[in-house]
């Protein structure tokens, strides 16, 4: 895990599964993209903005603020296998109190709840 402050910059073009967790509470946001450094500093900025689509996720970044959320990228594959690999990751909700196995998780862009 390593916190929004992190240089992603490595994970310029690169397709995969990410997580962001509170570490108070230990909820997570699963999603995937097709370019993880892009989207990572996306929700970073939307959140700081007080802008992100996700109000649960909006009001927790409001409540705990920015330090104590981590980012974890869960798996990243090539543009050929991403499919295969979502359709792995389906089966639950993508907001987990226990740790995140990354079979179990829907990559449902609103499914960090309360």
Not at 16 to 40: M, P, Q
Not at 74 to 86: K, P
């Amino acid at each position: 895990m390593a916190k929004f402050s992190f240089d992603f910059s490595e994970y310029k073009n690169v397709w995969g599964i990410y997580c962001i967790r509170n570490t108070v509470n230990n909820k997570r946001y699963i999603g995937s993209a097709v370019n993880l450094w892009e989207r990572i500093t996306q929700h970073q900025k939307e959140l700081n903005k007080q802008i992100h689509f996700n109000l649960h996720l909006q009001r927790s970044w409001d409540k705990y603020g920015e330090d104590v959320y981590e980012v974890e990228i869960l798996e990243t594959v090539n543009g050929e296998s991403v499919t295969g690999l979502l359709r792995t990751f389906n089966g639950c909700t993508s907001l987990e109190e226990e740790p995140v196995v990354p079979k179990s998780v829907v990559l449902s862009e609103g499914a960090f709840q309360s």
